[in-house]
């Protein structure tokens, strides 16, 4: 594929933004190879130097894989939430952004999944997270509950069609696992908090399938709330209180 040749001040990053546009506008597929290191000096009209920190940069972001040299060229990647998930966790400490404040976005992003999903939920997706209930059931008090737990809420967000809920729903919701991991593993009655996880799982599956949106939107967000409460700071709980008993 051609590309137009750029000014040399800065010039990495026209680079950057031509290849990026290529990738986004699908005119180059993952999977798929540029040119090599020298066709792109040619295509650009820059130096080896300036077409390997371009190389970096989109490496960096999981746009591309690179290696200086390789006679294939650099191979586009797949769009992955790996970046947008180191983004986020960088985010929360280089701004000492709390646990308050995460949680409150995923009370947000999960209460208007639900809410989307009671409405938009076909029935294979409601059989995807009835199943996921049923092994949250089944494995209650072991390893495998919080896998089936993980699947409940990707199949909630699937149903919502929208993939940028999707990947938000992932990353955020690794994202405050990561911040209350030890307090999690060293909790008295983690068979207890499994309990109550489930009950309220229970309840926002019936929601969603009564096709009541506003009660399951609240239902999930009181679930968040009731599950990670006692580990969020007071100040970080007055900003999760306005939330409960929201509908939207």
Do not use: W
């Not at 495998?144 to 929208?162: C, I, K, L, M, Y």
């Not at 593993?185 to 009950?199: I, N, P, Q």
């Amino acid at each position: 594929m051609e590309f137009e040749p750029v000014t040399p001040v800065r010039a990495y990053e026209r680079v950057v933004e031509q290849i990026e546009e290529a990738v986004l506008s699908g005119r180059v597929l993952p999977g798929e190879r540029l040119s090599s290191e020298r066709d792109l000096m040619v295509q650009f009209g820059v130096s080896r130097s300036t077409v390997r920190e371009a190389l970096r940069v989109l490496q960096a972001a999981q746009i591309l894989r690179s290696r200086p040299g390789d006679p294939r060229g650099p191979e586009v990647l797949a769009a992955s939430p790996a970046a947008l998930h180191k983004s986020v966790r960088h985010l929360t400490r280089a701004r000492h952004m709390g646990l308050g404040e995460v949680l409150q976005f995923r009370m947000l992003l999960e209460g208007s999944a639900y809410l989307l999903a009671a409405s938009l939920r076909t029935s294979a997706q409601l059989d995807e997270m009835a199943a996921a209930l049923e092994a949250m059931r089944a494995d209650l008090g072991t390893s495998e509950f919080s896998r089936a737990d993980v699947a409940f809420h990707d199949a909630v967000a699937r149903a919502t069609g929208n993939p940028m809920i999707v990947v938000c729903g992932e990353v955020v919701r690794e994202v405050v696992l990561e911040l209350i991991e030890d307090k999690l593993v060293h909790a008295d009655d983690r068979h207890a908090l499994m309990r109550s996880s489930l009950a309220h799982h229970t309840e926002v599956l019936a929601a969603v399938r009564d096709g009541d949106g506003a009660l399951a939107c609240r239902l999930g967000r009181q679930a968040l709330y009731d599950y990670y409460a006692d580990y969020v700071p007071e100040e970080g709980l007055a900003k999760l209180r306005p939330l409960i008993g929201a509908e939207t």
